[in-house]
C-alpha cells in the first residue's frame, strides 16, 4: 500500500507558477545564484530543510497559550520538561538558532590551538570552532567515500581514526569530539547507535567531552529501527533518548527536528560549564528561560519535539525521500546511496561529465533545475568546498560534485516530488546541452552565497 502523509492540508500557500522566460530573466537578475532569488520567483523551494517545515494546529494552538513572561515564563517550563525527559541533561538553555548555540558552548569549552574532531562539521559548527581560534577535523568512517554503496551508516565517525587521534601526540589538545546526527555534510547520511556507542566510550578513556549535533537526532533514530539490528521493536523516541545519553552534552538546531521556523538548545551535566554558558547566553542571546526566543516560540517548538518522533510521521517522511531517490534514478540521476531522510544528494559530476570541476557542475545543476523547473537547490560541490585563486579559478576541486534536494518538513507532497523527478529527467535526456559556470564576483568567506556567476558554454 502507499506509505501516504499521516496529514491532511487545512491552510495553503499559493506557489508561483512561472514561465522560462521569467526564470531566465530572474536567474541573470540574481547573478546565477539561487541565494539572490526572491522567493516568489521560486516554484519549489528545496534550498534548506531549516525554518521551512509546515506547523500543525497542535503547534498552533500551543503557540496561542505562550506566556511572554520575562523570566521564569510558563512556556519555558513546558519546553524544559520535553526537553529533559528526551535528552537526560540537567542543564538545558534555549538559544535562537544552532549555530548561537554552538558559539555559546563551544566558547565555554574551547581554549585557542585545540582541535575538535567530528564525523563532518556543519559549516556554522566548522566557523564556530574556527572563530576560537581552533581547528576542526572531520574523520568520516571509510565507507563515506563510496557514494554508491548501501552501506547502512555512512556518516559514522571513523572509530579507529578517532581512538588514534586521541591517544597520539596531539590528544591533549582535543578539546571536544562532536558527532552530527544525521551527518548533513557527510550526504545526510545517518549514524549507528554502535558508533554513538563505541564513540562516547573512547571520548571517556581519553576524558574528552562527547558532544551531539542532534539537529536531526528524530530522523536519525528512524535510521536506526530501520537499518541496524536489534532495534527493529524500539521506539524512535527510545533510540533518541538512548543516545542523548551518551553524550556530555549537545547543541540542536531546532529548526530542523523541532519542526519551527526558529529555536535550538544547548545542553550539558557539567554544572562548571552550565555556568559558563549561562553567562554567555544572557549577555548575548537573553535569560536563561527564554534565550532569544519567544514565549510562543517555546511552546511550538515543545509541541514540535512531540511530534517529530511519531512514527507514522517519520516512516512517511522517509518514503517520500526513498520515492524521489527512486524516480531520480530511474530518470538517470544518481543519488547518493541509500537515500536519507532530510535530503537527497545528486551526483552532478556524473550526470554533468562534460563540465570540468573548474566550470562548477553542481551549480550548474542547480541553475539547471531551476531554468527548467523553478526548483531551487544548492549545489556541494568546488563552488562551495573547492579552493579558489584570485582570478576565481578553480585550484582544488573538491572531492565530489554533489547537489543537495533539502526536503521541508511536511511541506511537499508526491505530486511535488513527482514534479521534481520530472525536472530532473527532462535534463538527464540531453545533459550535454547544460552550460558551465564562471565566477565573475565573490567575496573572501562566504563566497556561496555571495559570488555572482555567469555561464559559459561548453
Ligand atoms: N548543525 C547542523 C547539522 C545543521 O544542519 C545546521 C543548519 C546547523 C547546525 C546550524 O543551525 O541554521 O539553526 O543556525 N543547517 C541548515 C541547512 C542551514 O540548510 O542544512 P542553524
Redesign the pocket.
Known sequence: MTIMEPYRIKVVEPIPLTTREDRERSLSRAGYNAFNLRADEVTIDL?????TGAVSTAQEAAASMGDESYAGARSFYRFHGVLSELTGFPHIFPAH??????RILFGALLEPGQITLSNTH????RANVELLRCEARDLPCPEAADLDSQAPFKGNIDLRALEQTLTGPEGDRVGFVIM?I????GAGQPVSMANIEAAAAICRRSGVPFLL?A??FAENAWLVTQREPGYADVSPTEVAKRAFRLADGC??????DGIAP???FLAMHDPEVASRCELILTATEGFRTYGGLAGHELDRLAQGLREVLEPDYLRSRAAAAAHLARLANEAGVDVVQPPGI??LYLNAGRLLPHIPPGRFPGHALACQLYLEGGIRCVELGSLYLGTLDDDYELVTPAPYELV?L?LPRRVYTQSHYEYVAETLAAIAKRPESVPGYRMVETTPILRHFNSRMEPVPM
Do not use: I, P
Not at 97 to 102: N, P, T
Not at 122 to 125: A, K, L, M, Q
Not at 182 to 185: A, R
Not at 251 to 256: D, P
Open positions: 534550498m534548506s530543510d531549516s525554518g538558532q544552532g549555530r548561537a548555540a554552538e556543519f559549516d556554522t559548527t552530527t544525521t551527518n548533513n555534510g549535533d539537529a536531526r547543541v540542536a538546531s531546532l529548526k530542523k526558529m529555536g535550538a532530510h535530503a543537495r533539502a
